[in-house]
DNA sequence: CGGTAATTTGAATCTTTTCAAGTTGAGTGG
DNA sequence: CCACTCAACTTGAAAAGATTCAAATTACCG
């Protein structure tokens, strides 16, 4: 089930076609600052008039890095296309996900105080990214200042990301931090111009589950329970999401003997009143404390 | 036991204690530009020439709001003197405590992106805050090319303070989370001129828990395990720490079983090979896995 | 000096992790 | 094209860690 890949959800511009195939030819590509003001979402008046500007793109297989920790930083980078996430590593070389920087998403910003990037931010598929030299970057400020004024909310932006990150790891059950992804997910995918009732997720349990502080068996006995309820279908990395509004506001499921319970009333009774039975174990999601 | 107040330990400059007494008599108080720079640890000859820019104070009491969830933004805020909390509040009311400032911190930069605060900076103690406006700040910048990038670099700071409490949260167990607060805070108090060694705490057990992702139970719990360990003493909100470099690497404390087996060994003996025992317990702490 | 908030500590409970084993799926080479 | 292999994923059972609930003690404010 769900095997549809996300290049035929996907509703391409005509525009996004002529530059994929571009890319497919030379893999180069450069873009003015509109386009970039338009990814980053800032409005496209600011930066329409503006063509001095150009930012040349980087094509990084899965897998390569896009910069490493203590590198030496000159860049800002911005997803075009393609996934990635940004890691720490701590003293004992324990990985920590901090985001899943995808179209749009702006990183390195890390890298401006002390002068080398602090973070890591590797590819989990093949990605296009515009390269911002910082240099470039405070010139487009100097140049415009409504325009910088925008740059600061961008920047501003990706600390209330953090904050939220940090609110999801500080109080959520492991349920609610998997539910919230989950949200998360699939309003950036919508965001993206994708579905954000199915799609395929582009990390490892391992991923998410460093990312949210849980283990991988945690991620994946979560979406399993998630599955069992209805309130998700999961097959491997192909989700749907049934009931994103629940997913929102769940703090707990069940327990698993009231779950099973559930089951068991299910398994006495026959097709049609299955359905009933389903509905009751969807409607008993717990939501606000 | 430890209730030298914090005023006694501080090495407080001429200057400083000038600043006081006048705060003191009419409680309002400006700061040019080159006493902002230096604050937030902005190299001094940048803004060193600048007079043209003064920055208001503001006092807050304990417990007073400098501004709030939802609030218009039109200002950011560096503490001069006192201590804050910063917090979130979801949607079911439970607050998540992002951080601490203290004197050269800048807050309210959350603001920015949405033109509303999404946090709450509520004062600990009694507070002089430096008011800056956020057309001023675009305006210094514009002013100064090098200082513009300065600005951006305090900003990034802000960035990686949040993504090393992150890995904090994802990935360590309630003491090491414990004893990084402690060392961070006793590094902060030392680039502030206090002593790093021993001090009072700002915040009650409530608030550490809720920063680090804990329960104030857990919290309680840690600072005794730490204690009777000789790591640290700990008496209410008065803390000396006796071996930094352990806490700052300390993962785990040893299982509290093979604590009472010393505890044991320690009393059949008697006075001198007491401090032995002492000095064991201390060495068994476990750094890196 | 009384009253309230903060802190400590114990015991039981619950959640999440850890360890272990088995399954599935994609890619590779024969 | 199929067997093989490795990484990713799932699931169970036991163990560990942190929370919850409860009670007692200690500070601190007015």
């Known amino acids: 089930m769900l095997n549809t890949p996300m290049s035929e959800i996907r509703s391409t511009s005509a525009t996004a076609r002529n530059v994929s195939a571009a890319v497919a030819r030379q893999g180069k590509l450069w873009s003015n600052l509109s386009e970039v003001c338009d990814l980053l979402r800032i409005p496209a008046s600011l930066g329409a008039f503006q063509d001095d500007f150009q930012f040349q793109h980087m094509q990084f297989k899965s897998g390569q890095r896009v910069h490493t920790i203590g590198q030496p930083f000159d860049m800002l980078y911005i997803v075009y296309s393609g996934f990635l996430k940004t890691v720490i590593i701590d003293e004992s070389g324990n990985e920590q996900v901090l985001g899943f920087p995808m179209k749009g998403d702006l990183f390195g910003i890390d890298g401006i105080h002390g002068k080398q990037y602090s973070t890591e931010a590797v590819a989990l598929s093949n990605c296009e ?32 990301r953090e904050q939220s990150l940090i609110g999801t790891l500080g109080s959520l059950s492991a349920e609610a931090r998997v539910a919230r992804f ?3 997910l ?10 954000g009732k199915q799609f395929n997720l582009r990390m490892t349990r391992q991923e998410i589950g460093n990312y949210l502080g849980l283990t991988l068996e945690t991620v994946s006995r979560t979406f399993s329970a998630f599955n069992a309820v209805g309130l998700i ?12 509004q629940a997913l929102r506001t769940l703090r707990r499921l069940p327990p698993s003997h009231a779950r099973a319970k559930a ?10 009143a299955n359905k009933e039975a389903q509905a009751a174990a969807g409607a008993e999601v717990q939501a606000a404390v």
Do not use: T, W
């Open 233 to 244: 279908s999961v097959d491997q990395r192909a989700i749907v999401l049934h009931d994103i």
């Open 186 to 195: 699939s309003e950036r995918f919508s965001d993206m111009g994708y579905s």
């Open 182 to 184: 989950l949200v998360s």
């Open 129 to 160: 990214i515009i390269l911002v030299p910082f240099k470039a970057f405070l010139a487009i400020g100097r140049a415009n200042a409504e325009l910088e004024a925008a740059i600061y909310g961008v920047m501003s932006r990706e600390l209330v």
């Open 263 to 272: 089951e068991a009333a299910k398994a006495l009774k026959l097709a049609a």
